[in-house]
């Protein structure tokens, strides 16, 4: 039984998406750590188990999925960094 060989363009971009992902799971934690309550620190800890759930859906041999989570990852990293320096 053979197995799929994923193209390198479509490995360098997973493990960009995955390395975009971490730093999303990083921040949320953090927030999490800050939080004033039990459930806002849920609320952020929850975030990064939506990150784990959607880097783990994404197939690495879609270039298109990839790249959507990707953008999307880093969107809410930059919104949440804005969101930071302005408090």
């Not at 360098?12 to 992902?21: H, I, Q, S």
């Not at 298109?64 to 930071?84: C, N, P, T, V």
Request: aromatic share 8%; glycine share 2%.
């Amino acid at each position: 039984m053979s197995t799929a060989k994923v193209p390198e363009i479509e490995y360098a971009a997973f493990d960009a998406m995955k390395e975009v992902a971490s730093s999303l799971k990083a921040a949320y934690l953090t927030r999490a750590a800050e939080a004033g309550n039990d459930v806002e620190s849920q609320w952020w800890i929850r975030q990064n188990w939506l990150v784990e759930d959607m880097v783990s859906g994404v197939d690495s041999t879609d270039i298109e999925a990839i790249r959507a989570a990707a953008a999307l990852f880093a969107q809410r990293l930059e919104a949440l960094s804005s969101e930071h320096k302005a408090a």
